[in-house]
């Protein structure tokens, strides 16, 4: 995991635990804890997000783009999540019933923080990277234009 978004070395393997907290929760030590413990490759979305290719980026954005279809969200977090033992932090907080159906015998993990100091840290985060400069700064750069509809759908489902 670390800084790479690393991509499923044995995809045989099966999602074993599922991070339900919000970002800045705790999510990247869970995803580096779960590594250990299970022998297994993790998921954290926003290492990902920021090192995977353009094609994965965009499954990230569709999530949320195509929330209410079902089937659709369904297939796009298998393809996502596959050979993967720990998935954490966005966009898949935001899909864990989804994950638990496809991953029925996984453990959830819900990390919880203080609602003001969870705002001062994310805060920051999510009003910068809600801006119209940001989408036309990121477009050219492959896997990172997808990240302001990412953001903006998360948003958008918790609005």
Known sequence: M????????????????????????GTTTLVLACEKLLNG????????????????????YE???????????????????EGFVVTSDIPFFSFVPELCELYPDAQVVYVKRDPKTWWRSMGAVASNAQTKFL?????????????????????????
């Not at 995809?11 to 919000?22: D, L, T």
């Not at 195509?66 to 298998?78: A, E, G, I, N, T």
């Not at 990121?138 to 489902?157: C, K, L, N, Q, Y």
Request: proline share 6%; charged share 25%; aromatic share 10%.
């Open 63 to 81: 999530l949320y783009k195509y929330r209410h279809d079902k089937p659709r969200v369904l297939q796009l977090l298998k393809e996502l999540t």
């Open 41 to 60: 490759q993790g998921l954290h979305g926003g290492s990902h997000g920021l090192a995977r290719e353009d094609e994965y980026n965009r499954k990230c």
């Open 2 to 25: 670390g800084a790479n978004g690393s991509k499923p070395v044995d995809r045989s393997q099966r999602v074993k635990v599922i991070g339900a907290g919000y970002p800045r929760t």
């Open 135 to 159: 989408s036309m700064l990121f477009w050219p750069v492959p896997g990172w234009r997808w990240s302001i509809g990412v953001i903006d759908g998360m948003a958008a489902m918790y609005d």
